[in-house]
């Protein structure tokens, strides 16, 4: 037993043991920060997403085997709702060709209002070499990320500084105090 220091008593710590399977966390901390990272980016993100404990997490998707399906994001930009993203979840197994085709016939076969203009695909494993060459005739953008790089949100970090977008004049303004040429910055 410990003292919970709130005065309501003592709590077991078996209450803090996590009894849920590695994988269901990863995914867990991969869509919390796909989802932070969308809200960055102008999608529509509600905060009861994102703020979304590991426990109810665990209670919707699944404590060990986590439903891909069902953690699927879709989202619009705030700014502009015909502007729409989908963000899949790969299983453990290595992304072929097959799969990359699978994607496109889902998105194509999706109403023309509700089609994505992009995608995300977040990796459990590694893509082979044909599916990299699928991916990038798709007509629609994709976008690939590993679970592992998505488990803290780089961004939020401490140490990592804040960027901002320059303004044109700020751009020339670097871009000749540091004697850089246009294609140099992006």
Same mark, same amino acid.
């Given at each position: ?12 710590? @078996? ?9 269901s966390?990863?995914?867990? &901390? ?22 979304q ?32 993203? &989908?963000?899949?979840? @790969? ?13 496109? !016939?889902?998105?194509?076969s ?17 893509? !082979? ?6 991916? @990038? ?6 976008? &690939? ?5 998505? &488990?803290i949100n ?16 700020e ?7 540091? @004697?850089?040429e ?5």
């Amino acid at each position: 037993m410990v003292d919970n220091n709130d005065g309501g008593g003592r709590t077991c710590i @078996s209450n803090m043991v996590d009894t849920g399977s590695v994988e269901s966390h990863r995914y867990y &901390l991969a869509r919390r920060t796909v989802l932070e990272m969308l809200r960055d980016r102008g999608y529509d993100i509600l905060d009861s997403e994102i703020n979304q404990s590991l426990h109810e997490f665990r209670s919707v998707y699944g404590p060990d085997i986590v439903d891909l399906e069902r953690i699927r994001i879709n989202a619009s930009l705030v700014s502009d709702p015909s502007q729409k993203i &989908l963000v899949i979840f @790969s299983g453990i197994d290595k992304v072929r060709l097959q799969i990359i085709k699978g994607i496109c !016939t889902q998105v194509m076969s999706k109403e023309i209002s509700l089609r994505p203009s992009r995608v995300i695909l977040v990796l459990q494993d590694e893509i !082979t070499t044909q599916a990299c060459k699928g991916v @990038s005739e798709l007509p629609f953008r994709v976008e &690939l990320f590993k679970i592992h790089d998505l &488990l803290i949100n780089a961004t939020k970090h401490v140490l990592k500084p804040k960027h901002e977008i320059l303004t044109p004049a700020e751009k020339e303004k670097l871009m000749k105090k540091y @004697s850089l040429e246009d294609k140099q910055v992006l």
